[in-house]
C-alpha cells in the first residue's frame, strides 16, 4: 500500500489528482479524468442517496460523498474496503461501507438517486438488473469500461429500461522525457449512462 501525503480537496470541482488517494496497485482505481466525467454524468446534488457498486480504492466514493454529503460503497475485496475507509477518513466524508458480492449484498439496500458501477464484472447482467430495480423515480446508472463487450452488454440491458447515453474518452497524460513532453495515452474508456424512461 503506497501512503500518499494527505491533503484536503479544497475545490468544488471533481477530479481530485490520483496522487492524493492512499492506493494499492492490486486494487482498482477509478482514475482522475474518467472520475471527473463519471461525477459530471452522474449529476450529483447535496442530499442524494448515492451507491459506489465495486467501490475499489474509493475514489468515487469519496467525491460523491463530497457533493451529496454520504455515499454507500460495496466491494467483495476486503483490501478494498479497507483502501475506501482510510481515504474516507482522509477526505473527511461520511460513508457506509458493505463488504460482499454483488448484486447479493443490494437486495437489502434502500433505493438510490444514482448509482455507479466501477469496472467490468462477470456479473454485470445481475448487476445492472439489480441496479435498475433500486432506481428512485429519475434515479441514474452510470458505469465505465474499458471492453468493447462490456460496453455492449450494459448498453443492451439498459436500454430496456433506460434511456442511454455512451460517451467514449480517451486520456493521454504527459511525461517529461530529456527533451521535452511526451504523451503516453490510456486505454479508451466507455462512459454508459443511463436514466429510468
Request: glycine share 8%; with cysteine.
Amino acid at each position: 500500500m503506497k501512503e500518499r501525503s494527505l491533503q484536503r480537496w479544497a475545490f468544488e470541482t471533481p477530479g481530485i489528482p490520483d496522487s492524493l488517494f492512499v492506493r494499492d496497485e492490486e486494487v482498482p482505481m477509478t482514475k482522475e479524468e474518467v472520475r471527473a466525467m463519471v461525477i459530471s454524468k452522474l449529476r450529483l446534488r447535496e442530499g442524494q442517496d448515492v451507491l459506489d457498486v465495486g467501490c475499489g480504492t474509493g475514489s468515487v466514493t469519496v467525491e460523491m460523498a463530497l457533493v451529496t454529503g454520504y455515499a454507500v460503497g460495496i466491494d467483495e475485496n476486503e483490501k478494498a474496503i479497507e483502501l475506501t475507509k482510510t481515504n474516507a477518513d482522509n477526505f473527511k466524508v461520511n460513508i457506509k461501507l458493505i463488504q460482499g458480492h454483488a448484486p447479493d449484498v443490494m437486495r437489502d439496500l434502500d433505493k438510490f438517486d444514482r448509482i455507479f458501477i466501477g469496472g467490468g464484472s462477470d456479473m454485470l447482467e445481475s448487476i445492472l438488473e439489480e441496479s435498475m430495480m433500486h432506481l428512485k423515480e429519475g434515479g441514474r446508472i452510470v458505469l465505465d469500461a474499458i471492453q468493447l463487450e462490456t460496453a455492449t452488454r450494459a448498453i443492451s440491458i439498459m436500454s430496456t429500461k433506460m434511456d442511454v447515453e455512451v460517451t467514449q474518452i480517451t486520456i493521454s497524460k504527459g511525461m517529461r522525457t530529456k527533451t521535452g513532453t511526451a504523451m503516453i495515452a490510456r486505454n479508451p474508456v466507455f462512459i454508459i449512462s443511463g436514466e429510468l424512461k
